[in-house]
């Protein structure tokens, strides 16, 4: 009985197997890849793994491919596995590791194909070489340039500030100096107007003054003996006044 189940269930799954293969190859046989490949990894199996990987690389599903491609460790499917991973990776722009896998097919066998894609991956890698140092290069010396450009445009407005500052304080110097000849102007026309005042003055008499203050003097002295006398005929109780005269001694 036993044996009878394990032969049905072993019939059903190749019958499984066999209709999903089939299945899956037309589809991939339609270009419907996708479709071929859901149905290839419906099967558990490294030949139906290596068939889905293929209908991925087919729909430019590189990485996709190259993530199945790399589940594969089939012995009798290893030079296959890496020679279409140089394909994939070549094609989704990783060139060196394209390089790698190229030159792992090769050590498992020697292939005209693998060795024309292995030179043309290499070569462009050092035509990517060459072009990256020369845009390195280039974009060196516009930087270069730019830096000129900028520091001589940085001189210049530096320039153009002491020159600013130069000029203000040239200006500051000028405008001091026009103040200071205006003060002097002013202080001269002073100096000229007193001088020409006192020039109409009358001519200043010293013997008018000394008379004057004599006059003074001699009233300040008068008013002093005036009161003296007062005091003296009050005290002597005289009724005439013998105060002398104004202007007499």
Do not use: H
């Not at 002491?162 to 500051?172: D, F, G, L």
């Amino acid at each position: 009985m036993k044996k009878l189940i394990l032969m049905l269930f072993t019939l059903n799954l190749f019958a499984f197997d066999y209709f999903t293969i089939k299945k899956a190859d037309e589809f991939y046989k339609n270009k419907q890849y996708i479709l071929a490949a859901k149905e290839y990894l419906k099967l558990n199996s490294q030949k139906a793994l290596y068939n889905a990987a293929n209908a991925y690389y087919k729909a430019g599903k590189y990485k996709k491919a190259i993530y199945l491609y790399n589940k594969i460790n089939k012995k009798d499917l290893q030079f296959q596995k890496y020679y279409n991973l140089g394909n994939a990776y070549a094609l989704s722009g990783q060139l060196k590791k394209a390089v790698e896998s190229y030159k792992k097919a090769l050590k498992i066998k020697k292939d005209k194909d693998a060795e024309y894609n292995l030179k043309l991956i290499e070569k462009l890698l050092k035509k990517q070489k060459k072009e990256s140092t020369r845009q390195n290069r280039q974009n060196k010396k516009s930087q270069k340039t730019e830096n000129q450009k900028e520091d001589k445009s940085n001189k210049n407005s530096k320039n153009k500030k002491q020159k600013n500052q130069k000029n203000k304080s040239n200006k500051q110097t000028s405008q001091k100096k026009n103040q200071k000849k205006n003060n002097k102007k002013q202080q001269n026309a002073q100096k000229q107007q007193r001088e020409k005042a006192n020039k109409n003055k009358k001519p200043f008499n010293k013997k008018i003054e000394k008379k004057e203050f004599v006059k003074t003097k001699e009233s300040n002295t008068s008013d002093i003996r005036m009161k003296y006398y007062e005091k003296q005929i009050k005290s002597l109780k005289f009724n005439t006044l013998l105060i002398p005269l104004k202007g007499n001694e």
